[in-house]
């Protein structure tokens, strides 16, 4: 196999194993639906299996957790998909989104639509697995991840909308278990809004110039040199609401601890993080993975000693 040209390549990508191997025109779609990063689907998946730890349903539902975990790959696969589409104009005018199949002619606009609607398909199939009112809950999601891509033209916070987007499977989650969206189900949810904008700010701090020349809106850009500042103040509020989850359902000074790990390794991201150098914003950004299963740990561990 000849190895891809560089172009092709986008700085965020994991273009090795399966996709890699993938004959040009399937990998077009394997690369329209990022498959080449799994990053994107990890985390929308992490807020999903929270809800199903906290909510004490880690052995009793684990097969919940799998299908969070499919419905997670199928959608943020079905939401890049889409966004390419509403994009697919600007990304021709961005340096790191030029060769996204879409805009690069590589896959046409028909194709990109028939290939939206199967993995939406997957999704329906995930969605049949839930309880009538988890399954409610997460179809009012469709409105808000409808709406994502034109965020970044109307407002300088698109990373706010795709945090309400991204953690919506806090709320799926919690309310297939529990039955409801009563506390601490909501704070989890939240804390999970504040972590993707902070996050997300990271992500955006790669195309900040690209961004300032075509005019898309981001976080990054409204912080400007306090961007360490808010990204800290964004984790911070993060783990306060989730210290409160924690705390809703077991008045425990000890389970704050459990989200110690968690809290330590959000401080040494915004320590660390060089807003000029997008390489050191990118491994930042990708440490979320981890964090994510640090959160896991500690709604795993009050979870299963709180009922």
């Given at each position: 196999?000849?190895?891809?040209?560089?172009?092709?390549?986008?700085?965020?990508?994991?273009?090795?194993?399966?996709?890699?191997?993938?004959?040009?025109?399937?990998r077009?779609?394997?690369?329209?639906?990022?498959?080449?990063?799994?990053?994107?689907?990890?985390?929308?998946?992490?807020?999903?299996?929270w809800?199903?730890?906290?909510?004490?349903?880690?052995?009793?539902?684990?097969?919940?957790?799998?299908?969070?975990?499919?419905?997670?790959?199928?959608?943020?696969?079905?939401g890049?998909v889409?966004?390419?589409i509403?994009?697919?104009?600007?990304?021709?005018?961005?340096?790191?989104?030029?060769?996204?199949?879409?805009?690069?002619?590589?896959?046409?606009?028909?194709?990109?639509?028939?290939?939206?609607?199967?993995?939406?398909?997957?999704g329906?199939?995930?969605?049949?697995?839930?309880?009538?009112?988890a399954?409610?809950?997460a179809?009012?999601?469709?409105?808000?991840?409808?709406?994502?891509?034109?965020?970044?033209?109307?407002?300088?916070?698109?990373?706010?909308?795709?945090?309400?987007?991204?953690?919506?499977?806090?709320?799926?989650?919690?309310?297939?278990?529990a039955?409801?969206?009563?506390?601490?189900?909501?704070?989890?949810?939240?804390?999970?809004?504040?972590w993707?904008?902070?996050?997300?700010?990271?992500?955006?701090?790669?195309?900040?110039?690209?961004?300032?020349?075509?005019?898309?809106?981001?976080?990054?850009?409204?912080?400007?040199?306090?961007?360490?500042?808010?990204?800290?103040t964004?984790?911070?509020?993060?783990?306060?609401?989730?210290?409160?989850a924690?705390?809703?359902?077991?008045?425990?000074?000890l389970?704050?601890?459990a989200?110690?790990?968690?809290?330590?390794?959000?401080?040494?991201?915004v320590?660390?993080?060089?807003?000029a150098?997008?390489?050191?914003?990118?491994?930042?950004?990708?440490?979320?993975?981890f964090?994510?299963?640090?959160?896991?740990?500690?709604?795993?561990?009050?979870?299963?000693?709180?009922?």
């Amino acid at each position: 196999m000849t190895a891809e040209p560089e172009s092709e390549i986008v700085p965020d990508t994991q273009y090795r194993g399966l996709v890699g191997r993938l004959p040009p025109y399937p990998r077009a779609f394997a690369l329209l639906a990022r498959f080449d990063r799994p990053i994107g689907w990890q985390l929308l998946f992490w807020p999903g299996a929270w809800a199903i730890a906290l909510a004490h349903g880690a052995f009793d539902r684990w097969d919940l957790i799998l299908w969070i975990a499919l419905g997670a790959i199928a959608m943020r696969g079905a939401g890049c998909v889409y966004n390419d589409i509403v994009d697919r104009d600007l990304d021709r005018q961005v340096e790191r989104t030029r060769s996204r199949p879409l805009a690069s002619g590589a896959v046409s606009l028909k194709a990109a639509w028939i290939w939206l609607v199967f993995l939406c398909l997957i999704g329906l199939v995930v969605l049949l697995q839930l309880h009538r009112y988890a399954a409610i809950v997460a179809l009012v999601s469709l409105a808000p991840v409808a709406a994502y891509p034109f965020m970044k033209r109307i407002t300088w916070w698109p990373q706010a909308w795709l945090g309400i987007v991204f953690s919506w499977a806090a709320l799926v989650g919690w309310s297939e278990i529990a039955g409801s969206l009563m506390m601490p189900g909501p704070l989890l949810y939240l804390g999970s809004i504040f972590w993707v904008i902070g996050y997300d700010t990271i992500y955006a701090l790669q195309d900040i110039e690209d961004d300032t020349l075509v005019g898309v809106r981001s976080s990054a850009r409204a912080l400007g040199s306090r961007v360490r500042s808010g990204v800290g103040t964004f984790y911070a509020l993060a783990v306060a609401c989730w210290a409160l989850a924690l705390w809703e359902l077991r008045p425990d000074p000890l389970v704050l601890v459990a989200l110690a790990p968690a809290a330590l390794h959000f401080a040494w991201q915004v320590a660390t993080l060089d807003p000029a150098d997008g390489a050191n914003a990118l491994r930042r950004f990708r440490s979320n993975r981890f964090a994510g299963l640090l959160v896991f740990l500690a709604c795993f561990v009050v979870g299963q000693t709180s009922f």
